[in-house]
């Protein structure tokens, strides 16, 4: 029999720090731009990623767990279930509450501002160790300013969110013509099924013209954003190319095109 089980005298981020670097100076893109380290001086991948990242123009590549990325694919996480703004005058607001969150319950979203928490006012930098571990029972108390200008105190705890990535979604008439309005949060499994709702909602209200909204968009799969760019192209692109995934010169041979669906 072989043994699955965890060595403990590992040092399990030194590993990773070993393979993230060997990725990093072979199949990354920039790969010939990539300095070179001593890796013992990170204590994480993520520390080592930020210094081996080529920056710019890459301010995207980014280190996480298998678990964290399952759960963000699969639209679920544990916290209070909404964005948090913060503006250049240090206030903070709230750009958007997911319907299983506490604070929509109670009809909080969009345009309150955070005043406090548990008593502290809320600074960028600060702000992480006030909202706590992303872990379920953990409670806090907000201080709120609500768009109508009245003040309140609301103690909510951290349970598990379900995101529902399309946020908004409406229909509206301006000068006699019909326009969608559709803002998207991320391109995750469950936005398959949100689009294809919303998608049928515009078509049987005829609209002419769409608005999509990115603003929030944390990214995703890419079937997931050809989903949406395929609703909106039709049948007029299907089987066109949509994407290229183009590899370094080391690996040009891998170059896949993926069209849109049909």
């Known amino acids: 029999a072989i043994s699955c089980q965890k060595d403990d005298n590992i040092n399990w981020d030194l590993?990773?720090?070993?393979?993230?670097y060997d990725v990093m100076h072979d199949y990354y893109y920039w790969y010939d731009k990539v300095p070179y380290v001593d890796i013992t001086s990170y204590e994480t991948p993520v520390e080592l990623?930020?210094?081996?990242r080529v920056n710019p123009p890459d301010k995207w590549s980014y280190v996480t767990t298998k678990q964290e990325y399952d759960s963000y694919n699969a639209g679920v996480y544990y916290g209070f279930g909404f964005s948090a703004i913060f503006e250049q005058d240090g206030k903070l607001w709230i750009g958007y509450t997911f319907k299983s969150s506490p604070l929509a319950q109670q009809g909080i979203g969009r345009g309150w501002q955070i005043t406090s928490i548990d008593g502290v006012t809320p600074t960028a930098e600060n702000y992480n160790q006030l909202i706590g571990e992303s872990k379920p029972g953990i409670s806090k108390t907000f201080g709120l300013l609500s768009p109508t200008g009245s003040t309140n105190s609301y103690t909510f705890t951290k349970t598990e969110i379900e995101m529902n990535t399309v946020l908004f979604d409406s229909v509206y008439t301006i000068s006699s013509k019909k326009i969608?309005?559709?803002v998207l949060k991320g391109f995750i499994t469950p936005t398959i099924s949100e689009l294809d709702n919303?998608?049928?909602?515009?078509k049987s209200a005829n609209i002419e013209e769409l608005i999509v909204?990115?603003?929030y968009n944390g990214g995703g799969v890419i079937d997931v954003s050809n989903r949406l760019a395929s609703l909106i192209g039709g049948t007029t692109l299907s089987g066109k190319v949509y994407t290229i995934y183009s590899y370094n010169n080391r690996?040009?041979?891998?170059n896949t095109a993926i069209n849109f669906l049909s």
């Open 180 to 182: 969608g309005y559709l």
């Open 49 to 52: 990623m930020n210094a081996l």
């Open 198 to 202: 919303c998608f049928a909602k515009f």
């Open 15 to 20: 590993e990773a720090n070993k393979e993230l």
């Open 251 to 254: 690996y040009e041979s891998q």
């Open 213 to 215: 909204d990115l603003r």
